[in-house]
């Protein structure tokens, strides 16, 4: 499975911006579909994630009430939409994907960047 990520960019604290992450494949019968990010120096982590076929969803603390992750079944492809970004939502974004079974995620993005000026 190939995943590819953009929408990215450089904006100003409060402004929005939408990601995608399309996926070459469905392979999973279920499968999850996740956005991370990662500082440099710092590990990664998970802020949002989505059941394909529910559409269930669970949100880091510090993102709640201002992302959303959606999905286009028809499309294969997982969206965040980041409203009131902060300074502190700069990193590079990945989208990864697993079964809904396994413990880890298995495909990832190359990432895209996000820089949040104050």
């Known amino acids: 499975v190939q995943l590819q990520a953009y929408g990215g960019g450089l904006v100003q604290a409060g402004a929005c911006l939408r990601l995608?992450?399309?996926?070459?494949?469905?392979?999973?019968?279920?499968?999850?579909m996740a956005w991370a990010r990662q500082v440099l120096g710092k590990e990664r982590e998970e802020v949002a994630t989505i059941t394909w076929n529910w559409g269930a969803t669970y949100y880091k603390d510090s993102v709640k009430g201002r992302f959303t992750i959606s999905r286009d079944k028809a499309k294969n492809t997982v969206y965040l939409q980041m409203n009131s970004l902060k300074p502190e939502d700069t990193a590079i974004y990945y989208c990864?994907?697993?079964?809904?079974?396994?413990?880890?995620?298995?495909?990832w993005g190359q990432g895209t960047q996000v820089t949040v000026s104050s």
């Open positions: 995608s992450c399309a996926a070459s494949e469905r392979t999973f019968t279920n499968w999850n």
């Open positions: 990864a994907t697993k079964s809904s079974e396994a413990a880890q995620y298995t495909y």
